[in-house]
């Protein structure tokens, strides 16, 4: 009979003498992983390049040697990431499938294996645009490829083709891959991509830290990138030409942005053909992994893709609801210095700025956000509800006195109050003293949350004289969807409050001699990407003084200064004024409008922005 008491004592003395052995082996464990986390954490700084590189149409072996050597110029000054333009190995202007049929090839095929060698020696990465043939089907792509020290490891087919594309490529037939390479999370996009926030969006909801930027841009696309970086947190890194190939001339200025939004370098710029570049030029920047988290790439956190469903949609070319008859628009935004709570003495400001200085012709006047208490998120929660109003309250009957008498369309901010709950609303009164619409501020701050409900629409309103006006407010100008809905809902006007004291966005950095009208010194960038991103002329409200620094600069953004369609008007940083503006909607006969912009969009591959992101599962590893 077995003596378990004793067999007990045996096992317990033996358990204690290889206690010591145990615990040092857990040890070794836990000083593994978080020797590994230690690691995965420790923060790195790449050199970047961006090779402004001009190649020679329908010569591929001629520069495909050439990008070699530049390429490898840009390595041994220690760079890591080389981005060549779109098409760099053939040209671009090619005129159908039969013109370029002797220079497509296959991914991978010669060309991305002569480059594999490249990357392998000087272990970095290069990404640079081709023409691809897809063996399956015998079809056409204006693709970029991603190289690295292992060999290709991936490619991107042109989400959104431009004209000249059109004649021989098909359209891009997948989302935008990310891949993880030992420098970032890195995606491309292509020219004409950065015309559609969807694409460089879709990038960063799958995790992306770098967006590479082949090109080959007049200015439309160059123009955008510093809004893809802000809205996405991104670093963005564009390869642009700086010559003329059968008569289209591509202006240069390769830059390299930060996730601020800041230009870290930018290649020689090339107004036009009597001014081509030739030779090549390479810019270096730097992108660190410690600015991979930021609070652009957090606020994608923020993101309600439960409102944006309308992305999804096409409608064209049966699209009935959309206005065809332009309006002559005169506009105005109203910028003072507020007094942080009293409603009264901001009527009187408001009614007086009006009376003095609103034109007799004006249509619409847009106030800033919280028109007549202020910004309060700073205030304790009983005092901002002691300021809030039902819908037509005492400030809506004031407003609608004033519309009526001026015969004035105004859109004016307030705290309203539904069934106890408090939102951040933007009221539109026509000129008849009518609530012709209400928008509910859908993307809150962290502070607006302490005390505001976010609204779940993104409505648009129609008002005699004016056409389709849609509104936001702030901080939705942030999230590039909530103008895209506006646009796919064909909104003709978009009216902004807001109460801007520089906390997000910036300046515009993009090379003044791009655009054929230029922009004033203090124009936003995100406020500029609202308007060309939907092509809606869209009038921006704010505020100034007061201790928390407000910047004004209220006024119109338009759809297209670059090409001198129209002209950008803001007003001043510091001062009260009504800052007065004319457009024409609806601009039928140009080059690119909301109808060109809808019926050259890609649905099919926006599913990304409109479900719910649990994880980033479609990152795909560098090649082993």
């Not at 081709?130 to 204006?142: C, F, Q, R, S, V």
């Not at 998120?377 to 008498?405: C, R, V």
């Not at 960038?525 to 003084?545: H, P």
Request: glycine share 6%; hydrophobic share 35%.
């Amino acid at each position: 009979m077995l003596n378990y008491k004793g067999l007990f004592i045996v096992l317990f003395l033996f358990s204690l003498v290889l206690l010591p052995f145990q615990t040092d082996a857990i040890t070794d464990k836990f000083v593994d992983k978080n020797e590994q986390k230690k690691e995965q954490t420790i923060s790195h700084t790449a050199k970047v390049a961006a090779v402004q590189f001009n190649p020679t149409f329908k010569k591929p072996e001629k520069n495909v040697k050439e990008l070699y050597n530049e390429i490898e110029k840009a390595f041994k000054t220690g760079a890591k990431l080389a981005v060549a333009p779109e098409m760099a190995t053939t040209g671009y202007m090619f005129e159908s499938r039969e013109d370029i049929a002797p220079f497509v090839e296959q991914i991978p095929g010669p060309t991305t294996k002569v480059f594999s060698e490249l990357a392998a020696e000087y272990d970095s990465y290069i990404v640079f645009g081709m023409p691809e043939k897809d063996p399956a089907t015998d079809l056409y792509y204006n693709s970029s490829v991603l190289i690295g020290p292992k060999g290709l490891i991936g490619k991107y087919r042109k989400m959104h083709l431009w004209e000249t594309d059109a004649y021989w490529a098909a359209r891009g037939d997948s989302e935008v891959p990310v891949y993880d390479t030992e420098i970032g999370k890195l995606a491309m996009n292509i020219c004409m991509d950065s015309a559609y926030h969807e694409t460089a969006r879709i990038a960063a909801v799958k995790g992306a830290d770098i967006l590479a930027f082949p090109t080959n841009s007049s200015a439309q696309t160059i123009s955008a990138l510093p809004a893809r970086a802000q809205q996405n947190g991104m670093y963005v890194i564009s390869a642009n030409r700086s010559n003329t190939e059968e008569g289209f001339h591509m202006i240069g200025a390769s830059a390299i942005w930060s996730p601020q939004g800041e230009k870290l370098a930018e290649a020689p710029h090339s107004q036009d053909e009597e001014n081509d570049i030739d030779e090549t030029n390479i810019v270096y920047g730097f992108v660190n992994s410690e600015n991979f988290k930021n609070e652009n790439k957090d606020l994608l956190k923020e993101r309600r893709p439960e409102l944006y469903k309308e992305l999804s949609q096409y409608i064209q070319p049966w699209d009935s609801r959309a206005n065809t008859e332009s309006k002559k628009v005169n506009a105005a935004s109203l910028q003072y210095t507020p007094v942080i709570g009293d409603k009264e003495a901001n009527k009187d400001k408001v009614a007086k700025l009006i009376e003095e200085e609103a034109s007799s012709s004006t249509d619409l006047i847009v106030l800033p956000e919280l028109s007549f208490t202020g910004p309060v998120s700073d205030e304790n929660i009983n005092s901002i509800y002691s300021l809030s109003e039902k819908e037509k309250g005492k400030t809506y009957q004031f407003m609608a006195k004033l519309a009526k008498s001026h015969e004035l369309n105004i859109v004016f901010g307030m705290i309203e109050r539904d069934k106890n709950k408090l939102y951040n609303s933007a009221i539109l009164v026509n000129k008849n003293g009518e609530l012709q619409g209400k928008y509910r501020k859908t993307h809150l701050d962290s502070k607006e949350k302490r005390w505001a409900t976010p609204g779940s629409s993104l409505p648009i309103f129609d008002v005699d004289d004016l056409g389709k006006v849609g509104l936001l407010i702030g901080d939705d100008v942030r999230f590039p969807e909530t103008s895209g809905v506006l646009s796919v809902k064909r909104a003709d006007i978009i009216a902004v409050p807001v109460s801007w004291n520089g906390d997000y966005s910036s300046y515009m950095e993009i090379n003044e001699d791009i655009s054929e009208n230029q922009y004033p010194e203090n124009s936003v960038v995100l406020w500029d990407a609202v308007a060309i991103g939907a092509q809606a002329y869209t009038i921006f409200a704010n505020f100034v003084g007061t201790e928390h620094d407000y910047k004004g600069s209220s006024g119109l953004y338009t759809l297209d200064p670059l090409y001198g369609l129209d002209q950008p008007v803001t007003g001043s940083s510091v001062n009260e004024e009504v800052v007065d503006f004319k457009f024409q909607t609806i601009q039928g006969d140009h080059w690119f409008n909301q109808e060109k912009l809808l019926q050259s969009r890609h649905p099919l591959f926006y599913q990304s922005l409109i479900i719910e992101q649990k994880n980033n599962t479609d990152v795909y590893p560098e090649a082993k």
